[in-house]
């Protein structure tokens, strides 16, 4: 395994353990740690490995919006999911406030007719958003969420990580059209977890699963 990921995989191990123990610092200290790492070096200033960095690193534009041969998924359609999965959860669900997307107005700025998560759309609809997005609103915008989620993560207390997901929040999520209907398994998975469990999966872990997707994308790019 190459050594950043397996850095970040061992990293993610104690993550799991200090948020099991209630350790707040400890937690906190090591989901900054590995959610710099799956975002770009900007977001931190660090010198830390940044695995979406070594993704984009000497792409086109035109690359980042293509779908390999056999595939079903672009870079660009990869980093708007991520983006809008961290927002959606990290601002609705564990904070309780409005998602960065709508506060800044996001939509308008990435050139997107999508609103929701990017799960369960179709084949059509994908190629439509790899066309329309503007690139470097695309990165301007997971910077932002990067940021927010940060300062989310740093307000948690304790006694916070043990709490579930408040069903009000749940219910504003469908609302508000952030997952569609057809991705209602996604909202049911939330609804089971806690503050601690969405730390550990969507925050941390969805982001780096997503973006081996994005490395291997890029290989077959690259041949």
Excluded: C
Excluded at 34 to 62: C, K, P, R, Y
Excluded at 72 to 89: G, M, P, Q
Excluded at 93 to 109: D, H, I, N, S
Excluded at 145 to 151: A, I, L
């Amino acid at each position: 395994m190459d050594p950043n990921r397996k850095r970040w995989n061992e990293g993610h191990q104690k993550l799991n353990r200090a948020l099991a123990a209630g350790h707040r610092d400890r937690a906190v200290e090591l989901f900054i740690e590995q959610h710099a790492m799956h975002h770009a070096a900007a977001l931190t200033g660090s010198v830390l490995w940044s695995f979406q960095d070594e993704i984009l690193n000497d792409l086109t534009d035109e690359q980042i919006r293509r779908i390999p041969e056999g595939g079903e998924h672009s870079i660009a359609w990869i980093l708007f999911h991520l983006a809008r999965i961290e927002d959606i959860t990290m601002n609705m669900l564990v904070a309780g406030t409005p998602q960065v997307f709508v506060r800044e107005g996001w939509a308008k700025k990435l050139n997107v007719d999508v609103l929701h998560s990017a799960n369960k759309m179709d084949a059509a609809d994908v190629k439509e958003l790899n066309r329309s997005i503007d690139l470097d609103a695309l990165k301007a915008y997971r910077l932002a969420v990067g940021k927010r989620t940060r300062e989310i993560v740093r307000g948690l207390k304790a006694e916070d990580f043990k709490k579930k997901v408040e069903p009000e929040r749940i219910q504003k999520v469908r609302q508000e059209g952030a997952v569609i209907e057809e991705a209602m398994e996604v909202i049911n998975y939330w609804n089971t977890r806690t503050i601690a469990g969405l730390l550990l999966m969507p925050a941390t872990r969805h982001n780096i699963l997503h973006l081996n997707e994005a490395l291997r994308i890029r290989k077959q790019l690259l041949k």
